[in-house]
């Protein structure tokens, strides 16, 4: 069972960077698919990013595609959201998913295990 820390979350201005992070306890982060996910205000949670457990494929929400980047350093049991050129609709909790499937998905009931999240507020 995995075990998942998110951090990096803070208050940043509209146009600026900020990377996230989530750590993984556990031997078996590199067999796992791992995506990150938000929930803004009032909505549901919703599907950012994912990468395949060899960094073979990445997929991206619509919404993030050219200005997120998702990455994993599997020696590090850590996956990351580097996060560029932020708007204020970014603003929201982000999560850290793990998936024992090795098949990316974007949906949310898909994923196995969850961390806590991490507040990320786009300033104007």
């Known amino acids: 069972q995995a075990q998942l820390v998110e951090s990096g979350g803070r208050l940043v201005q509209a146009g600026g960077s900020l990377r996230l992070s989530c750590a993984a306890s556990?031997?078996?982060?590199?067999?796992?698919?791992m995506g990150w996910f938000r929930r803004a205000p009032g909505k549901e949670r919703e599907f950012v990013a994912a990468?395949?457990?060899?960094?073979?494929?990445?997929r991206y929400a619509d919404s993030v595609k050219g200005r997120f980047t998702i990455s994993r350093d599997n020696a590090k049991n850590t996956v990351y959201l580097q996060m560029n050129s932020l708007k204020l609709e970014d603003t929201a909790v982000y999560y850290c998913?793990?998936?024992?499937?090795?098949?990316?998905?974007?949906?949310?009931?898909?994923?196995?295990?969850w961390g806590q999240g991490t507040q990320v507020t786009v300033s104007s």
């Open positions: 556990g031997r078996t982060f590199s067999t796992y698919t």
């Open positions: 998913a793990a998936r024992v499937s090795v098949v990316i998905t974007t949906g949310n009931h898909e994923y196995d295990y």
């Open positions: 990468i395949s457990r060899r960094l073979s494929s990445t």
